[in-house]
């Protein structure tokens, strides 16, 4: 068996199969929930599985923060004199709509803990609904989501289907007031169309974890531009993620030793 997570090292792994791979192994655990990271020859072998879920909450913790912090902006109002003691209007989540693109463990984990605040909560899927949730309704395609949204909440696989799935077409459908946060990866947004409809007022900020590429050259606009929030893939950072891929990797151990199915396998026509 091989566990591994993306680590630095993996940038210096050959970008052809080694010579005898894959050796003796007959199963593959991995850290993260997606597979990008990694040479392809790796998923070209033994099961893989992937480390599903593991880092939802403190996911949907950083995607609160960032609702929480572009609705009531207290930084900006933030009082440092006299001068600055003034009524300022603050935003209100009471109302508003969260889109959330994929609605996986890290979707669910925000519509569990958007829903209190009042929230209408909209979700775009890409396998049927065999039945809906209370307070979440579903919607059948990311142009009709983006113009649903007052926050849109990016948490796809990064899959062939998925690249530039947020495009200039679909950056055009979104309300001026639009708040976007990515914490999947970088490649589903057109990361130039993007700045262009930041500067040209078609939505009103990102908050962005991930980027394309990651991270970004020095350089890139997207450093200082505005009206963006850019944190280096941290957002799952913070959670018990290290407990829960052991218990994950214990629990599937045992199915493996039983020759029970494993949990989480990542299936090669879904990206995913």
Partial sequence: MLLTRPGA??????SAKPAGWPFRLRWIQTASTGVDFFPAWL?????????????????????LAAILGFEKRIHDVRARSRRDWKLTSL?????KTVGIAGFGAIGRAVAERARPFGVAVK?????????????????????????LSDHLVIAL???????????????????KS???????????IDQHELLRALDAGKLADATLDVTDPEPPPDGDPIYTHPKI???PHVSWTGGEDIKRLADKTLVNLDAYAHGAPLADVFDRELEY
């Fill in 9 to 14: 090292g993996w940038n210096k792994a050959p």
């Fill in 43 to 63: 998923l070209d072998g033994p099961v893989v599985t992937v480390g599903r879920g593991i880092s939802a909450d403190p996911i949907a913790e950083y995607i």
């Fill in 91 to 95: 935003g209100s989540l009471d109302g």
């Fill in 123 to 147: 979700v775009l899927r890409r396998t049927p609904w065999q039945y809906t949730l209370p307070g979440v309704q579903p919607v059948d395609t990311i142009e009709t989501l983006i113009e």
């Fill in 157 to 175: 696989p990064a899959t062939a289907k998925t690249t530039h799935l947020i495009n200039a077409e679909v950056l055009a459908r979104a309300r």
């Fill in 178 to 188: 639009l708040h976007l946060i990515n914490v999947a990866r970088g490649r589903i």
């Fill in 229 to 231: 929030v850019l944190t």
